[in-house]
């Protein structure tokens, strides 16, 4: 509207919005996190007034705001939908050799880039690594090694994706392993979870100590701290079960269960976790704990009846 009708307007009237204009001033940036944008949007709206109309003042205070803000915003777009999609497009990938994936990562190595209104679809680390994802189901063995390489400042998205990838995959057991023992090492709850789950399906070889440390260790982890599926706005609807599925207590316990499930002899190298896990301070562990009793079942019906009152309680 400015635009259009300031080439027009009388010259009071333009005189009066030309003053209106460098005066003004939101209440952000009054603030202290708005100080750095004090006269970004003075710069938008004077920036629209005819330009052979304006005064030196005003002409001066225009050049001042480019230095400081480069150029005005683009004109509103209204509203849009998008889907916040990987910053490298499948097509583009499908071409990519190992080093510009390493390259990549280290690219997009945070959460999301800063907000780009050119591109608002763009993602950061979660989407491409969700794209990685695919690769490792289609490629398990060029993406396990790679993983293998991956720096330890990765993201640590990368990492449980490719562990994700690597679960169902028919890749040799010493392969998945290492992938796992790379993981492990970064303390992080998504990666830890993901190696849980991973190894509760490797179950054709004995696992080494190190890793039955690892699982053994993992049920003194402090995830879940509360019970906020049980809260005002619950977690997961309030569904008890879900919310300790994803939780590293309650991964430990299907992990257990999945190895139990396998073979009997998980039983006793994980007796004393397990009675660890029955008597878990949180509810929504303790339902992810029942499964665990019922693989025991399988192999001895007194122990798992045992177990259970202990649950229960």
Not at 8 to 30: D, G, K, T, W
Not at 37 to 61: F, V
Not at 242 to 255: D, E, F, K, L, P
Request: hydrophobic content about 40%; overall charge negative; some cysteine.
């Amino acid at each position: 509207i400015i635009n259009m009708c300031s080439p027009h307007c009388s010259a009071e009237a333009f005189q009066n919005l030309e003053s209106i204009l460098l005066a003004y001033v939101p209440p952000f940036e009054r603030c202290l996190d708005g100080l750095r944008w004090r006269g970004h949007a003075a710069y938008n709206l004077l920036s629209a007034l005819s330009e052979i109309r304006l005064s030196p003042t005003a002409k001066a205070q225009l050049r001042a705001w480019t230095d400081k803000f480069k150029k005005p915003d683009e004109p509103p777009i209204g509203i849009r939908s998008y889907k916040v999609e990987s910053p490298i497009r499948q097509d583009a990938a499908d071409h990519m050799t190992d080093e510009q994936w390493l390259r990549a990562i280290s690219k997009y190595g945070t959460d999301r880039p800063r907000f780009d209104m050119a591109r608002p679809e763009s993602g950061g680390a979660l989407e491409l690594a969700r794209l990685m994802q695919k690769f490792t189901e289609s490629q398990p063995d060029r993406f396990a090694r790679l993983a293998l390489r991956f720096p330890a400042t990765t993201h640590h998205y990368y990492f449980s994706h490719v562990l994700h990838g690597l679960k169902n995959s028919s890749i040799s057991f010493d392969l998945k392993l290492s992938v796992v023992r790379r993981v492990i090492s970064l303390d992080d709850r998504d990666c830890l979870m993901s190696a849980l789950s991973i190894l509760g399906s490797l179950n054709n070889d004995s696992l080494p100590e190190d890793v039955i440390a690892f699982i053994q260790q993992a049920a003194d982890h402090p995830n879940p701290e509360e019970e906020l599926w049980d809260r005002d706005k619950p977690l997961y609807g309030g569904d008890m079960l879900t919310y300790g599925m994803n939780s590293v207590r309650g991964c430990v316990a299907y992990t257990i269960r999945d190895l139990v499930l396998a073979e009997e002899k998980y039983i006793q190298i994980f007796y004393s976790t397990i009675e660890k896990l029955v008597a878990d301070q949180s509810v929504a562990v303790r339902s992810c704990v029942a499964s665990t009793l019922l693989a025991i079942s399988n192999h001895d019906d007194s122990l798992a009846l045992k177990l259970s009152n202990k649950l229960l309680d």
